[in-house]
């Protein structure tokens, strides 16, 4: 079992950046891959970025490239996603997530991951 909350939301001006964190709880943090997933007002929950379990190798959706990293950190039990360049349409409540499987692969739908934070939001005003 992993608990996951998440921090570092809040009010920015497009432009902007936020850093969010998700601590999770456990000693296995370190066998899990981990994500980060958004849900916009009125919308679906959507794929962000993911990390493989040694943070060796990460993956952004289109929309974020460039302006996202998502980071971890094994020794503080923490990943991070560094936000730049805000936009408004990053509006949205951002989840993280964590999985296990290795069958998965993709890691960027959400039945890959079995753990998910509550969330925090993140408004970006014009």
């Known amino acids: 079992q992993v608990q996951l909350v998440e921090s570092g939301g809040g009010l920015v001006q497009a432009g902007g950046s936020l850093r969010l964190s998700c601590a999770a709880s456990?000693?296995?943090?370190?066998?899990?891959?981990m994500g980060w997933f958004r849900r916009p007002p009125g919308k679906e929950r959507v794929f962000v970025a993911t990390?493989?379990?040694?943070?060796?190798?990460?993956y952004y959706a289109d929309s974020v490239k460039g302006r996202f990293t998502i980071s971890r950190d094994n020794a503080k039990n923490t990943v991070y996603l560094q936000m730049n360049s805000l936009k408004p349409e990053d509006t949205a409540v951002y989840y993280c997530?964590?999985?296990?499987?290795?069958?998965?692969?993709?890691?960027?739908?959400?039945?890959?991951?079995?753990?998910w934070g509550l969330g925090t939001q993140v408004t970006v005003s014009s």
């Open positions: 990390i493989r379990r040694s943070g060796s190798s990460t």
């Open positions: 997530a964590a999985g296990r499987d290795p069958s998965f692969t993709t890691r960027t739908t959400e039945f890959e991951y079995d753990y």
């Open positions: 456990g000693r296995t943090f370190s066998s899990y891959y």
